[in-house]
Antibody
Framework: EVQLVESGGGLVQPGGSLRLSCAAS????????MSWVRQAPGKGLEWVAN????????YYVDSVKGRFTISRDNAKNSLYLQMNSLRAEDTAVYYC???????WGKGTTVTVSS | DIVMTQTPLSSPVTLGQPASISCRSS???????????LSWLQQRPGQPPRLLIY???NRFSGVPDRFSGSGAGTDFTLKISRVEAEDVGVYYC?????????FGQGTKVEIK
């Protein structure tokens, strides 16, 4: 079964850091672009970042540039999002998604609050 | 970044009747490879998004044929030929022609 499972979310203070992980299974992970998409409470979807199959290209939404880093480990079938200098407005459910957004995980919740 | 604008933002529909959602991009979505990377996703309450349509008009695996997509350039449309109860949710258009991708604001489809 094709599956993506996110983990690593939680409550963090403003200015803090978190590292999200996404474990992929059931498909050849190294063959796909991968993305992180977030959804703030009661709001729409926002594409956060994506990364090419070999990690050679990465793109970020302006609001996270310089603070978030997307990475992947194809040997471990895993996608990551390192989030630093977190702000209240980063509070959201974070989803990982495959390629053309044809497979999504269930999401992990990040809450930034003091 | 490319801005995606959806209309309407809310669409009350009678069961069995059609529904239509429009999506306009701030610039052409035709990629240099000739493809147009415009997709539609559905998000039912409490669930992650689900891909319905990719590259304007291609239905994803398992998507009922009452869903159809059309358009070109900067103007696109999602149509539901006969709305069923399970279609309730929020629908998003999304462009992946230029990275980072961007989503429309979402259109809430509800039953009258």
């Amino acid at each position: 079964e094709v599956q993506l499972v996110e983990s690593g979310g939680g409550l963090v203070q403003p200015g803090g850091s978190l590292r999200l992980s996404c474990a992929a299974s059931g498909f050849t992970f190294s063959s796909y672009w991968m993305s992180w998409v977030r959804q703030a409470p009661g709001k729409g979807l926002e594409w956060v970042a994506n990364i090419k199959q070999d990690g050679s290209e990465k793109y970020y939404v302006d609001s996270v540039k310089g603070r978030f880093t997307i990475s992947r480990d194809n040997a471990k079938n895993s996608l990551y999002l390192q989030m630093n200098s977190l702000r209240a407005e980063d509070t959201a459910v974070y989803y990982c998604a495959r390629g053309a957004m044809d497979v999504w995980g269930k999401g992990t919740t990040v809450t930034v609050s003091s | 970044d490319i801005v995606m604008t959806q209309t309407p933002l809310s669409s009350p529909v009678t069961l069995g009747q059609p529904a239509s959602i429009s999506c306009r991009s701030s610039q052409s979505l035709v990629h240099s490879d000739g493809n147009t990377y415009l997709s539609w996703l559905q998000q039912r309450p409490g669930q992650p998004p689900r891909l319905l349509i990719y590259k304007i008009s291609n239905r994803f695996s398992g998507v009922p044929d009452r869903f159809s997509g059309s358009g070109a350039g900067t103007d696109f449309t999602l149509k539901i030929s006969r709305v069923e109860a399970e279609d309730v949710g929020v629908y998003y258009c999304m462009q992946a022609t230029q990275f980072p991708g961007t989503f429309g604001q979402g259109t809430k489809v509800e039953i009258k």
